[in-house]
Nanobody, 124 residues
């Protein structure tokens, strides 16, 4: 069984930055794509960013391109999401996810393992 644990969320003012981390335990995820999603109250879960198994390819949702950066460290079995120039509309619970599917999917239904989430609140 794979376990994912997010950390790094918190309260930040608009324009500020946060760095989210995802620690994985269990079988190695070095052959799996990793992704970040978020879900705001009353809204569907939204794709933020994904990185392929070796970290050479990254993908971003339109609302975060140029502001968020995803990375991974396979030696440490971790992934990170650097979030800059945060906006109040970025307020949500952020989830780390891992997939057993090939490639680097961007749909939440293609991910098999999920963390519990970390709250990010951006004040105006």
């Amino acid at each position: 069984q794979v376990y994912l644990a997010e950390s790094g969320g918190g309260l930040v003012q608009a324009g500020g930055s946060l760095r989210l981390s995802c620690a994985a335990s269990g079988p190695t995820l070095r052959s799996s794509a990793l992704a970040w999603f978020r879900q705001a109250p009353g809204k569907e879960r939204e794709f933020q960013a994904a990185v392929n198994y070796h970290g050479g390819s990254t993908y971003y949702g339109d609302s975060v391109k140029g502001r968020f950066t995803i990375s991974r460290d396979n030696a440490k079995n971790t992934a990170s999401l650097q979030m800059n120039n945060l906006k109040p509309e970025d307020t949500a619970v952020y989830y780390c996810a891992a997939t057993q599917s090939l490639g680097t999917p961007q749909r939440d239904r293609d991910y098999d393992y999920w963390g519990q989430g970390t709250q990010v609140t951006v004040s105006s």
